[in-house]
């Protein structure tokens, strides 16, 4: 029986899937005090349930549940969870915050597991920690069936209304494909392969962080998305939000004037350079046009090269430079989402790309942005947010819990869950 691989051809099925697990705010201690008597753990649950509402399903309240046995002791852990059912006859199963998913190990040990994968392959785990590649790559992956947005946007009104959206080159088994990734207030909102870099396919790539975030906020609409300039890239994103202003990177077109200087022409790319920053810095957007047109003139004057040819380009893209004026907090340049898509570059690297499936590589990076969310922050960038430990705290202003990963953990709790498989295109 051989491997299945990913060919050209193949498409992801994302199929919902029913999240029944609510997640319990616990120390190991405080659950072997409560797991067997039903009246702490009741008033526990009851305690959870005022503070935290978000972590419980939408039909629950204070005297509709009940208790309804257990499950199954884990050989693993030595540990029974239990479960409640509500008033409408739905069964929920109560997770532990210092177990991991599927009881594989206790929180504490997975975060520094999963804290070294974002610079480490499994294999190098497994030859350092012992157990085998699998358990690594299996307890990283888990988190990629979660909803990105749910997880990590803990209330409505903190869905961003900038948004910036970038694509790059990936490959799986040697074939090429592109990754759309989704970002908003320095926190990835989404991420998905697609086949190719057609429209189509972009569209529903970009169009899955729709998906989860109506899911939130039925009426939401973002007002901007800054992109690189990618023509298919900026009409997906006005077919997902057909109210969208679409906002080019001015950073991408003056790397496009980078990309052809030379040498020989160092001096007249560096007074370019000065000017186009010069533009880029006015205050407002008639001063921002008018900077532009003087660009232009000076343009104009240059003998003919490829200098001159890039300087033309950027000055006959203003009307896709201006709109951001009319916002305040809207993205100019991709810095942000450059900033984000640098660790999956360094990530795709160390595991020399995809090896399987189309659906496994999307699971596999849904798991990875997902999880820098909640990483923790080195401790000078902790220092310069005031003590803020991660993009998620930063994000809802709290956290759950100290451990970094025993929050992420939490934050799953009730979030829809999806499926992903590899079909052929008819």
Not at 138 to 143: A, C, Y
Request: aromatic residues 12%; hydrophobic residues 35%; contains cysteine.
């Amino acid at each position: 029986m051989s491997r299945e691989t990913y060919h050209k051809g193949s498409k992801i099925e994302k199929v919902s899937a029913i999240n029944k697990k609510i997640i319990l705010i616990v120390g190991e201690e405080k659950y072997k005090e409560i797991e067997v008597n039903n009246k702490a753990f009741k008033a526990y649950l009851s305690d959870q349930l005022e503070r935290y509402p978000e972590l419980f399903p939408k039909a629950i309240c204070k005297d509709n549940w009940s208790l309804n046995g257990y499950v199954s002791k884990s050989k693993k852990q030595n540990y029974r969870l239990r479960r409640i059912k509500l008033s409408d006859g739905s069964v929920w199963q109560v997770h532990v915050s210092f177990l991991v998913p599927y009881m594989r190990c206790k929180t504490d040990e997975a975060s520094r597991y999963l804290f070294l994968m974002n610079w480490c392959p499994a294999w190098a785990l497994a030859e350092v920690f012992g157990k085998n590649a699998m358990f690594y790559y299996r307890l990283q992956s888990h988190f990629g069936t979660y909803s990105m947005v749910g997880t990590t946007v803990k209330d409505s009104s903190k869905l961003p209304s900038h948004l910036s959206a970038d694509e790059k080159h990936a490959k799986i088994s040697g074939q090429k494909v592109y990754l759309g990734v989704t970002c908003g207030e320095e926190c990835f909102l989404g991420a998905s392969i697609s086949p190719t870099s057609s429209e189509r396919d972009l569209t529903a790539a970009y169009g899955n962080f729709k998906e989860e975030a109506l899911l939130l906020d039925k009426d939401y609409a973002p007002d901007t998305v800054n992109t690189d300039g990618w023509l298919a890239t900026m009409n997906a994103w006005k077919s997902i939000f057909s109210q969208i202003i679409v906002i080019q990177c001015f950073l991408h077109a003056v790397l496009k004037i980078k990309n052809v200087a030379t040498k020989a022409t160092e001096t007249l790319f560096r007074e370019i350079l000065d000017k186009a920053w010069n533009a880029y810095k006015a205050e407002n957007k008639r001063s921002f046009s008018q900077r532009i047109r003087r660009l232009y003139e000076y343009a104009q004057e240059l003998k003919p090269s490829k200098l001159k040819t890039a300087l033309c380009k950027l000055c006959s893209k203003r009307n896709w430079f201006t709109p951001a004026y009319n916002y305040h907090n809207a993205h100019r340049t991709s810095n942000r989402i450059d900033r984000l898509i640098n660790r999956t570059d360094r990530k795709l690297h160390i595991s020399k790309w995809w090896h399987g499936t189309i659906a496994s590589a999307e699971i596999g990076i849904r798991a990875f942005c997902l999880i820098q969310n909640f990483s923790p922050y080195c401790p000078s960038v902790q220092k310069k947010y005031n003590g803020k430990q991660s993009a998620f705290e930063r994000l809802n202003g709290y956290k759950y819990a100290e451990n970094w990963l025993e929050n992420l953990i939490i934050a799953t709790s009730t979030q829809q869950k999806y499926r992903f498989q590899q079909k052929t295109l008819e």
